[in-house]
């Protein structure tokens, strides 16, 4: 037979304490840490487990934060939600993930869905950052932004979009480039993403010939646009606002008998620990992302837990120089 679960009451005789007092101690809130620990030991003797439910209808609150993901087919995205999951663990909840799969209409969907099941909180990544309904969402849960900058968020973890774009703009200009092929998610519905904005406005700065194009997070996708760009009139270089993106340039390279970089120079735009395990290594712009999910992790938990002082954090990026980018003579 399995054993009965041991209830709050039952701990609460244990330690001679009321059952108000170790809901307290088991929460860490308004008793004393020789409490909490007595209690603590107290529960894991009996094989106590809160009922999640249970706790759920008491305190309004389903422990669970919604994350809301662009496209998975990123591999860099893939990293941000396995360590937002494993940040929100420590913070003892659980993150419910969903993706968009790169498109703002779906994104919209499931970010309603979210909220109808009641999570304590929302982290985006946001596809269309313009879109009219992220107010409306904000005013009803906490929402915290990752990339863009969103209206009435709890909090944003924003890129410092244009440093990166010059960074690789500027780097790819010192080198001899001037004609480049520039690829994108970003879909053209959603033409205003800024980064998107920032490296046309800086491409005109530099005196840069530049083609914007759509490509997938995906590696056959990516690899099919970039396969038709590279056989057409081939740019000196290409640079892509996903280092997945940057992958499928050296698929459709190598299927083109191509050489990175002496054919075609190749540059990414968030560092996937991957990347410098090519050959040769991508040259990328590095957003950190250990520090944007611990970032993401604190601002979502402070506003689930009730804090009202919003907060804008501002991630700068570094480039990181491998041996994708060639000097042309």
Request: hydrophobic content about 45%.
């Amino acid at each position: 037979m399995p054993r009965k679960r041991a209830t709050i009451r039952e701990v609460a005789q244990a330690t001679g304490l009321s059952p108000a007092a170790v809901s307290y101690a088991l929460r860490g809130l308004q008793v004393s840490e020789e409490t909490m620990e007595r209690v603590r030991a107290a529960a894991a003797e009996l094989g106590y487990e809160a009922d999640p439910i249970a706790r759920a209808l008491a305190s309004g609150r389903t422990g669970m934060i919604g994350l809301l993901c662009g496209s998975l087919e990123d591999l860099w995205q893939q990293s941000l939600a396995v360590g937002i999951s494993r940040g929100l663990r420590e913070k003892d909840r659980y993150a419910l993930i969903l993706d968009a799969v790169g498109d703002p209409a779906r994104e919209r969907a499931l970010a309603q869905q979210l909220r109808d099941q009641r999570v304590d909180g929302m982290i985006v990544q946001p596809l269309d950052p313009s879109a009219a309904f992220w107010k409306e969402l904000c005013e009803s849960l906490p929402v915290v932004a990752i990339g863009d900058s969103l209206a009435g968020t709890a909090g944003e973890v924003i890129f410092d979009n244009r440093k990166g774009v010059t960074l690789a703009l500027e780097h790819l200009r010192a080198l001899g480039h001037r004609n480049i092929a520039v690829l994108t998610p970003t879909r053209a519905s959603t033409p205003d993403r800024p980064a998107d904005v920032h490296v046309t406005a800086e491409a005109e700065r530099l005196g840069l010939d530049i083609e914007l194009t759509t490509a997938p997070h995906g590696l056959a996708g990516a690899t099919a646009v970039a396969r038709d760009i590279l056989a057409d009139d081939k740019p000196s270089a290409v640079f892509c606002f996903a280092d997945s993106i940057a992958y499928g340039v050296y698929a459709a390279a190598q299927e083109l008998g191509l050489s990175v970089p002496g054919d075609v120079s190749v540059m990414g735009y968030d560092a996937h620990p991957m990347s410098g395990l090519l050959t040769p290594g991508l040259t990328t712009v590095d957003w950190d992302i250990d520090g944007i999910v611990r970032a993401a992790v604190r601002l979502i938990s402070a506003a689930a837990d009730g804090a009202t002082r919003r907060r804008r954090i501002v991630q700068a990026p570094t480039l990181r120089e491998r041996g994708s980018v060639a000097q042309l003579s």
